[in-house]
């Protein structure tokens, strides 16, 4: 059977994010190697590190204003079991969720003003240093449940295809019909 489609703005909104998310944690992790000298300069790697989670924060918050209006594809699959439908959700939805943790943390833990797509000055926010201290706990340390759930959810999505050999990639992928 065929399983349903996401449409194509969620389909857009899923792989923007997803480039967008590994583009920003590839900046401070190759900074030295190579990021510094295309940006010129570790500062430079950072302003365009928090602009473009900036853009995330802001594409999550319209993707998920869109999802409340439309069904999810994920949520119309009726082959699958109860459990499996249970755990894509929880796995979604902590995925949602850190999309939002993170780029919030760290405009919290921001000392200094930056500079959004070197076009306008943003922060720092008015918040205590014992406050930015604990959002900065929080950035550094739900990278790495960020980073499980990605590689998880990369994974289940490529056994669904290659193993189970269902539709639900393609349910995600562009340029199908
Ligand atoms: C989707 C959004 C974001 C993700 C996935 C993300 C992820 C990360 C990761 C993986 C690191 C490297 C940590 C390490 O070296 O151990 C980091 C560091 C950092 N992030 Fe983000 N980040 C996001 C958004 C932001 C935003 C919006 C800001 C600020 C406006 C920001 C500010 C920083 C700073 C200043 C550091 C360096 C922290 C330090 O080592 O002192 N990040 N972030
Ligand atoms: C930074 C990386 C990624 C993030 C943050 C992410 C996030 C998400 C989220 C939040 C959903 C739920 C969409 C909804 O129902 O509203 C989703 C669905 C999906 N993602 Fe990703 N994703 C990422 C990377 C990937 C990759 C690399 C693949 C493929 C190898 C993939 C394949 C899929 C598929 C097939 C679905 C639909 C699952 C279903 O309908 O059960 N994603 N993704």
């Known amino acids: 059977m065929q399983l349903p489609r996401y449409t194509a703005t969620q389909i857009g909104f899923h792989w923007i994010s ?11 992790y190759g900074s030295g190697l190579i990021f510094e000298s295309l940006l010129g300069g ?6 365009l590190h928090k602009s473009l ?14 999802r409340g209006r439309k069904v999810p594809a994920q949520a119309l699959k009726p082959e699958e079991s109860i459990a499996q439908q249970r755990a894509a959700k929880v796995g979604h939805g902590l995925l949602y969720l850190l999309l939002l943790v993170m780029p919030i943390s760290g405009l919290m833990f921001g000392s200094r003003p930056f500079s959004l797509f070197w076009l306008v000055e ?8 014992d406050v930015r201290g604990i959002a900065k706990e929080v950035h550094l340390i739900s990278q790495y449940l ?32």
Do not use: N, Q
């Open 146 to 177: 960020l980073f499980a759930l990605i590689l998880g959810h990369a994974a289940i999505a490529l056994w669904h295809h290659y193993v189970r050999r269902d539709d639900v990639l393609k349910g995600m992928l562009p340029f199908l019909r």
């Open 18 to 28: 997803a480039l967008l998310v590994l583009l920003i944690i590839a900046l401070p």
């Open 42 to 47: 570790r500062g430079e790697v950072f302003t």
């Open 53 to 66: 989670g900036v853009a995330v924060l802001v594409l999550t918050v319209l993707r998920l204003c869109y």
């Open 122 to 129: 943003i922060g720092p926010l008015p918040l205590s240093s």
